[in-house]
């Protein structure tokens, strides 16, 4: 089915077991998120939330909760807007087989927007942001989130819509120094699209108008995240899944989306920003507060009847991770046009998605009669740690393509197929002083951090234990040791207290070890403060350990060493202990926890929905 708006796919997902109403009044401070995030861990449906306290507007979530449920929404226009996509990234396959294309040339001129003519679109009103549902998701929350928006801006030197940047920065709309009703928050970083605008018009000595679009078809909230081939438009792309042009007018200057739920526009003025957040983020901990960009409210609109859309991220997996996967479908083998070489990228989402990457290519530098080591990989390595999103990772594992069934995807097999075959003296490669992720503070400051890269290729040069190894058992102030899985061992130390101290923490831990005999069949060992929480499942260990270090800071080694610069070691130390500096973990509620049990009940909304008992883990 193709939406016009955002009650035709709710009223559509219901028809078929999709989505549950909540009829009972649910209070947006916390307890709309935490309900979210139990159905959600359940693999439960969305939710029309339709008596929202102190707001008129009912609110939507968990639309994307299942890749399932995604693809069900775009049914009808999935796999023509995989072929456009396809096309834009390889346009040498539709030379050589046009007849297979000619629906796609199509498709996409049905998808350029229309300007509407008029003013205000029939059924909108003009409203104020505190009307609309404030929804606070965590309890050091800074206040009111938009978590699903589509920020519209235009080139101040070539304005038009199609040189426009659709892009999902979070809005701020209440809370720290903000005056409701007049201003927001918009969190972006300068090398987006928006901050390139926002550049320009600075220069010009100008403000930028900003348009917020919430809701509309389910297409114009997955537009904002696609990572588009360039030239393409994310509002044609908007059309092009949605299966209908994006319509929209001008009032004021501003950009208005007539098939949106709200409309909130503005202006941000050169060098104006106020203190954002804290947020609970993807990674699983706060983002604290810092100065963004902060938008004067021109004018705020609604759509009768009109339905907030929202959703709430915390420790992965959440409902962005069906988004990673809706568009890694929908955009193929992109990566693969873009960097020669490459068989895969995978960007771990129980990781946080943008820490740690594993990555399979190509291997044909080193000729027969040498040893196999790493040198088209490092090649590929580069090359992916400087294109788009991927150049936030800190740790990318790469693995030349000699197995027909390694695949990034079984990320135990990965993990035991490269640690089999790494060299610890050659194949570690760091990159310092460089960018990280805004929301990552395990660096040395904000944006600011360091990489590197495991590479391994060849036969396999050591054998992983399947058990703790004895020489890491007894091990004074290090205890207790845990199998991670084969080849990683878990141990727990003191306390971090600053970086002044851990030279002598991991100098105690070398000398226990070597002390020892070796340890050939560990290659890995992560210090942490809670060795049980770390073992527990995979997705513990990929959480804390690349969430909470900084690779030039807390990746240390037995027997470490430098040869003309480079390091290497016998056995990896990956120091992950919580440090001061780092932000805290999210940790839900219990009084909520408790209260939002009556939605649960017998006889309540969502009586038939399992509950899950937590919805996230501190893991300290």
Known sequence: MRYSNLEQCIIDLENHGHLVRIRE???????MAAIHLNVYAAGGPALLFENVKGSKYRAVSNLFGTIERSKFIFRETFESTQNVIGVRNDPIKALKNPFNYIGTGLSALKALPIKQSGGLPPGFQEIRISDMPLIKHWKEDGGAFVTLPQVYSEDPEKPGIMNSNLGMY????????????????????????????????????????VSCFIGGPPAHTLSAVMPLPEGMSELTF??????????????DG??????????????????????????????????????????RVHKVYAKHNA????????????????????????????????????????????????????????????PYEQVKRPAELLTIANRILGTGQLSLAKYLFIAAEEKRTLSTHHIEDFLTYLLERIDLHRDIHFQTNTTIDTLDYSGTGLNTGSKVVFAAVGDP????????PDALHGLRDYEPAR????????????AFTSYASVEQDIRKLCEGVRDRGSLASCPMIVLCD??????????????????????SHDIHGVNGYYEHKHWGCDNVIIDARAKPHQAPPLVPDPEVETNIRRFFAQGASLSGVPISSSSSTPGR
């Not at 009044?25 to 307890?31: K, S």
């Not at 090398?191 to 550049?199: A, L, N």
């Not at 908007?238 to 009032?251: D, E, P, T, V």
């Not at 040069?461 to 703790?468: A, F, N, P, S, W």
């Open 530 to 551: 809670d060795s049980h929480f770390m073992s527990a499942t995979i997705d513990n260990f990929l959480w804390a350990t690349f969430t909470r270090s900084n690779p």
């Open 25 to 31: 009044e649910v209070d947006p401070h916390l307890e």
């Open 254 to 295: 501003y950009c208005i989306s007539h098939d949106a739920d709200f409309v909130i526009t503005g202006e941000i003025h050169p060098g104006e920003t106020k203190p954002e957040g804290p947020f609970g983020d993807h990674l699983g901990y706060y983002s604290l507060t810092h100065p963004f960009p902060v938008m």
């Open 170 to 209: 979070r809005v701020q709309l209440s809370g720290n120094d903000y005056e409701l009703d007049k201003e927001v928050g918009v969190h972006y970083q300068i090398h987006r699209g928006i901050g390139i605008h926002q550049d320009k018009a600075n220069k010009l000595g100008q403000p930028l108008k």
């Open 461 to 468: 040069i050591r054998t992983l234990c399947k058990e703790v």
């Open 483 to 494: 199998l991670i899985m084969p080849g990683i061992v878990a141990i727990k130390g003191p």
């Open 238 to 251: 908007a059309g092009l899944l949605a299966g209908r042009h994006f319509r929209y007018s001008y009032i």
């Open 307 to 366: 339905i907030f859309p929202f959703t709430v991220v915390g420790r992965p997996p959440q409902e962005d991770t069906s988004f990673g996967e809706l568009i890694h479908e929908l955009t193929g083998g992109a990566i693969k046009q873009e960097i020669p070489g490459v068989k895969e990228v995978h960007a771990i989402d129980a990781a946080g998605v943008h820490p740690l990457l594993f990555a399979i290519g190509s291997e044909r530098y080193t």
